[in-house]
């Protein structure tokens, strides 16, 4: 079984591929794992991959495809292999095709997990792993028992910082625009298979085991890639047809010819000599010609693809520019979020600060308005101990004097 998974990032191509591993015992492929291995071992081509990575450049196709076919020459890919995250692109798909022929291990199928973009923005955004056991939970399909903890270990989950929408939304962009013309690629092939990756994982997994069913086991009857190379640069990828119905053209023609010659020689017999030289160079004529033909056949090929070369050279640097401009958009998205961003800070700690402001005159104006309250109350307390003062006085004037009076008196009766 020779398969090639396709599918958006979250669709769930990494836990129906270990099941298939599980199921057909052949090896997953994953040309991550497949370059973080030839690094750490330090391949020739792991260097050459390293030395690409510290320059900031993206690892070569030639040298993911070299590593690929390392890899199946290993014992445990003899009887098939599932490829996950390669080819991402149709150029990919064409120089995989080549390779894999050359190997004589074609593809047999390209199954597609099919799932809507809704449905992967939900899966995404809400998946959370734990850190202790790496068990996944999704908080909209699948979440834990408990808030932020995992119910196989108890540990702490964590929602991966590339998780949003934003990120997301840019990764099923270039799924669209690279990975998603290859179905049409397969489909033209007839290899493609559909599986709908929604419900449950078991479910998904007896789909695809009917689906990859319905594959030929025989050779005679599989379709193959027939891979025309017209020069060191132009490489044609034909879908040929089965070998039993070439096999059946193949029987009808020699019937055709067989009757054609039995008629010719009749008709031979009866006409002379000089008809018999008209007819060589008649046929002489007829080759020159049907030569001709194949010649100028050739050449419009060779032009058709120069002219598909060029399309497609043109197409990327369309699709780079594209992506330049996104990249550029975002960037200035991202810097004008920050400016916002920034200007809010800034009105905030100015609205704190002028609150703060507001704040201590009002305590100031208490603690005036205090002290004001304080004063008059010492003003009313002096007036009111001044007050009864004179009060006091008054009143010992009043003694004084009618201690005076009472004394005159007394001083006028003893007279």
Excluded: W
């Excluded at 270039?174 to 007839?190: E, F, N, S």
């Excluded at 000089?274 to 032009?303: F, N, P, Q, W, Y």
């Excluded at 308005?369 to 101990?385: F, G, L, Q």
């Amino acid at each position: 079984m020779r398969i090639v998974l396709i599918g958006a990032p979250g669709g769930g191509k990494g836990t129906q591929a270990k099941l298939l591993v599980e199921k057909y015992n052949i090896p997953q492929l994953s040309t991550g794992d497949l370059l973080r291995a030839a690094v750490s071992e330090g391949t020739a081509l792991g260097i050459e991959a390293k030395s690409a990575m510290d320059a900031g450049e993206l690892v070569s196709d030639a040298i993911v495809l070299g590593m690929i076919q390392e890899r199946l020459k290993q014992a445990d890919a003899q009887n098939g292999f599932i490829l996950d995250g390669f080819p991402r692109n149709i150029n990919q798909a064409e120089a995989l095709d080549i390779m894999l022929h050359e190997m004589g291990k074609p593809l047999q199928t390209g199954l597609l997990i099919d799932v809507d973009f809704a449905i992967l923005m939900k899966r995404l955004t809400g998946r959370r792993t734990c850190g202790s056991c790496g068990q996944m939970f999704n908080i909209y399909t699948s979440p834990p028992r408990m808030e932020s903890q995992c119910d196989k270990c108890g540990g702490s989950l964590e929602h991966r910082s590339d998780d949003n929408e934003d990120t997301i939304g840019s990764r099923l962009e270039v799924y669209g625009a690279q990975t998603a013309p290859l179905v049409d690629y397969y489909r033209g092939q007839g290899k493609l298979r559909t599986v709908k990756g929604v419900g449950e994982i078991e479910d998904i997994f007896a789909s695809i085991e009917r689906v990859l069913g319905t594959i030929p086991k025989n050779i005679a009857e599989e379709t193959t890639v027939e891979i025309v190379v017209e020069t060191a640069e132009e490489v044609e990828v034909v879908e040929s047809k089965p070998a039993k119905k070439k096999a059946k053209k193949k029987a009808a023609k020699k019937k055709a010819t067989a009757k054609k010659k039995s008629a010719t020689k009749k008709k031979s017999t009866t006409k002379k000599k000089t008809t018999k030289k008209k007819s060589i160079s008649k046929k002489k004529a007829a080759k020159k010609k049907v030569a001709k033909k194949k010649v100028t056949k050739k050449k419009a090929k060779k032009k058709v693809t120069k002219k598909k070369a060029k399309k497609k050279v043109t197409k990327k640097k369309a699709k780079k520019k594209v992506t330049k401009k996104k990249a550029k958009k975002k960037v200035a998205k991202k810097k004008a979020k920050k400016k916002v961003t920034k200007k809010k800070a800034k009105k905030k700690v100015t609205k704190k600060k002028a609150k703060k402001k507001v704040t201590k005159k009002k305590a100031k104006k208490k603690v005036a308005k205090k002290k004001a309250k304080k004063k008059v109350t010492k003003k009313k307390a002096k007036k009111k101990v001044t007050k009864k003062k004179a009060k006091k006085k008054v009143a010992k004037k009043k003694s004084k004097k009618k201690v005076a009076k009472k004394k005159a008196k007394k001083k006028a009766r003893k007279r």
